[in-house]
C-alpha cells in the first residue's frame, strides 16, 4: 500500500533544485521529494505491487539513475498472538501468528497504548521483532501502564504499519 519513508544519502556535486526533485520507484509514477543541508534525499513510496523496483532521482526532469533498490513487501498479516496479557513490567514473550512474515532485519512490533492527554497520535513503543518462520514471529512486551495495547508490525520501524491488529493487555 506504500507510505514507506525512503531516504536517500549520496554525493550529489551539484545540488539538487529543492522544487523539481522527486523519487522514482520502478515504473511508478514519480513522487515529490525533499533535499536537506546534508545531502539527504527524502520521499515517501507509492502503492505498488510486491517485489524489487529500481529507486531513481529526478531532479528538475533530469533522472539519475542508481543501483539502489527497493523492494516492495506484501503487507503482513496478524490472526492471533499468545499470551494475550502479561505483567506491566514486560519481557512477555509474545508469539505472534500470521502470515507474510520474512526474515527482514528491520520488521518490528509496535506496542500502541491510548493516546496522551497532550496529543493526538497514540503513545508507541516499538520493539524489534525475532523472525521464526513465515507464519510465527515474536516480540519481547515493553514496559506499560495496566490497561490494553494494540500490536501491529511494521517493516522499517517508521510505517506502515499493518492494517491487522491484536490486542494485548498488560
Not at 14 to 28: A, E, H, K, Q, V
Not at 53 to 75: I, M
Not at 120 to 131: D, F, K
Request: net charge negative; with cysteine; glycine share 10%.
Amino acid at each position: 500500500r506504500g507510505g514507506s519513508l525512503t531516504t536517500i544519502r549520496g554525493e550529489w556535486g551539484t545540488p539538487p533544485l529543492r522544487d523539481g526533485i522527486t523519487c522514482i520507484f520502478g515504473s511508478n509514477k514519480a513522487v515529490a521529494a525533499s533535499f536537506d543541508a546534508t545531502g539527504t534525499i527524502t520521499c515517501v513510496s507509492p502503492s505498488s505491487s510486491s517485489g524489487p523496483a529500481v529507486l531513481s532521482v529526478s531532479n528538475n526532469h533530469a533522472v539519475f539513475t542508481s543501483a539502489l533498490v527497493f523492494t516492495f513487501e506484501k503487507e503482513p498479516v496478524l490472526n492471533s498472538l499468545h499470551p494475550v496479557m502479561g505483567p506491566s513490567r514486560g519481557g512477555t514473550v509474545l508469539a505472534l501468528f500470521g502470515a507474510g512474515f520474512h526474515t527482514s532485519e528491520s520488521m518490528w512490533c509496535q506496542f500502541s497504548f491510548g493516546t496522551d492527554p497532550n496529543a493526538t497520535q497514540p503513545r508507541s513503543m516499538l520493539v524489534v521483532a525475532r523472525y521464526i518462520s513465515s507464519t510465527y514471529l515474536e516480540c519481547i512486551t515493553p514496559v506499560a501502564s495496566a490497561g490494553y495495547s494494540t500490536v501491529q508490525l511494521t517493516f522499517n520501524g517508521e510505517g506502515p504499519m499493518s492494517v491487522d491488529s491484536l490486542a494485548f493487555e498488560y
